[in-house]
């Protein structure tokens, strides 16, 4: 077996050991006799499994009580609709349109109502956080909404903004990455693919203050009052993947939990930057105050380059280094489970491929 160092946007990289793990238990999970994916979830077994993951997260992010943890299907295109569908109740709300899945959040929001856009990078390619003004907020908005980590542009927030409404936050790409203090927060929500698990699960905690506002139209798989009530359980929830993401939950408590990570990750994104910063054919397409630990974008100023570069990466095991076509070149995405290791092999590429390349 040769498994590559996958730098996947997402569905992305899971660590070996919860493979490992989620392989010695498919056929009996413990002494139960069956596999996850055969439990009820209903069933005690299947219980303690979503309690302890509901648990861990509760521990990892130290999430405070007046919080509810969900586990809702959809991944995190559903929260787009879902945010305003819960949050409008003026109709009004500021988005910030710092990349292209804000953007997408921000125009499923005017489905619903006034949509504020109270700052915005699209016109120069999304390549920094836009500069937050406070006279270009709506005071009558029910929330803010932002997007933690850009996963296509390679750009990240530095600092939360300040604001008097609940801040929503879309942290699909950088979730457990570092460590936020939840009472920022109205609501954060993350599909699961890059830091968490699998694919087809959301992760949403809500301050439970803003239960309970939900629109009348609202879909009922969509309310999150209903969804807390039955702690995410009101329809079969996607129980293996939440049970993949208690794997990764107690595999990152046992690395020493986010404050642990976070290092490991501005170490591991410094490494690439440091690299791109002093190279000769490479360099880096955000704008370095916003650098994203996440996802490395970069490019070598030739697209015929940048195709051979990404097409003998993969033949080296280094995959998925394409960058998302409205970027071009190349976007390495180094989430928790990529080991450092993954990211010193793809700068030894790199300087190789320079000194074959560069002019
Ligand atoms: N937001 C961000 C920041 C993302 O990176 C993605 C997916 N790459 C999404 C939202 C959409 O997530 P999903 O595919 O789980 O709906």
């Given at each position: 077996?040769?498994?590559?160092?996958?730098?996947?946007?997402?569905?992305?990289?899971?660590?070996?050991?919860?493979?490992?793990?989620?392989?010695?238990?498919?056929?009996?999970?413990?002494?139960?006799?069956?596999?996850?994916?055969?439990?009820s979830h209903r069933s005690?077994?299947?219980?303690?499994?979503?309690?302890?993951?509901?648990?861990?997260?509760?521990?990892?992010?130290?999430?405070?009580?007046?919080?509810?943890?969900?586990?809702?299907?959809?991944?995190?295109?559903?929260?787009?609709s879902a945010v305003p569908l819960n949050l409008m109740k003026t109709e009004k709300a500021d988005y910030i349109d710092s990349g292209n899945f804000a953007h997408l959040a921000a125009e499923e929001g005017k489905r619903y109502g006034k949509v504020n856009i109270a700052a915005c990078s699209r016109a120069?390619?999304?390549?920094?956080?836009?500069?937050?003004?406070?006279?270009?907020?709506?005071?009558?908005?029910?929330?803010?909404?932002?997007?933690?980590?850009?996963?296509?542009?390679?750009?990240?927030?530095?600092?939360?903004?300040?604001?008097?409404?609940?801040?929503?936050?879309?942290?699909?790409?950088?979730?457990?990455?570092e460590t936020y203090d939840v009472n920022d927060f109205g609501v954060i929500y993350a599909g699961a693919q890059k830091n968490i698990g699998p694919s087809g699960l959301c992760v949403l905690i809500v301050r439970e203050d803003l239960l309970g506002a939900a629109r009348a139209c609202c879909p009922t798989l969509l309310n999150w009052a209903v969804l807390s009530k039955n702690d995410s359980m009101y329809n079969t929830p996607n129980t293996y993947g939440i049970y993949m993401a208690m794997l990764g939950f107690r595999w990152l408590k046992a690395k020493g939990g986010v404050a642990a990570m976070e290092k490991i990750n501005?170490?591991?994104?410094?490494?690439?930057?440091?690299?791109?910063?002093?190279?000769?054919?490479?360099?880096?397409?955000?704008?370095?105050?916003?650098?994203s630990r996440m996802n490395?974008?970069?490019?070598?100023?030739?697209?015929?380059?940048?195709?051979?570069?990404?097409?003998?990466?993969?033949?080296?095991?280094?995959?998925?280094?394409?960058?998302?076509?409205?970027v071009g070149g190349m976007r390495a995405s180094i989430y928790n489970a990529m080991?450092?290791?993954?990211?010193?092999?793809?700068?030894?590429?790199?300087?190789?491929?320079?000194?074959?390349?560069?002019s």
């Open positions: 077996m040769a498994r590559v160092y996958n730098f996947s946007p997402g569905p992305s990289m899971l660590s070996e050991e919860v493979l490992l793990m989620a392989q010695k238990d498919l056929l009996e999970y413990g002494t139960t006799g069956m596999s996850v994916m055969e439990m005690a077994m299947y219980l303690d499994i979503y309690n302890e993951s509901v648990q861990l997260l509760k521990e990892l992010m130290s999430i405070p009580d007046n919080y509810k943890i969900l586990f809702p299907q959809g991944g995190a295109t559903q929260q787009f120069d390619n999304y390549t920094y956080i836009p500069d937050l003004q406070k006279a270009n907020f709506d005071p009558e908005a029910d929330y803010l909404h932002i997007t933690t980590n850009n996963t296509i542009y390679g750009t990240r927030f530095t600092q939360m903004p300040k604001t008097d409404v609940p801040l929503v936050a879309d942290m699909s790409s950088n979730i457990l990455s501005i170490d591991k994104a410094q490494i690439l930057y440091d690299f791109l910063d002093s190279s000769t054919l490479f360099s880096g397409t955000a704008v370095p105050e916003y650098r490395v974008t970069f490019v070598t100023g030739s697209d015929d380059l940048d195709n051979q570069f990404v097409k003998q990466a993969a033949s080296a095991g280094l995959v998925n280094l394409k960058g998302h076509r409205s080991p450092v290791e993954g990211v010193q092999k793809l700068v030894a590429f790199m300087k190789k491929f320079e000194g074959e390349n560069a």
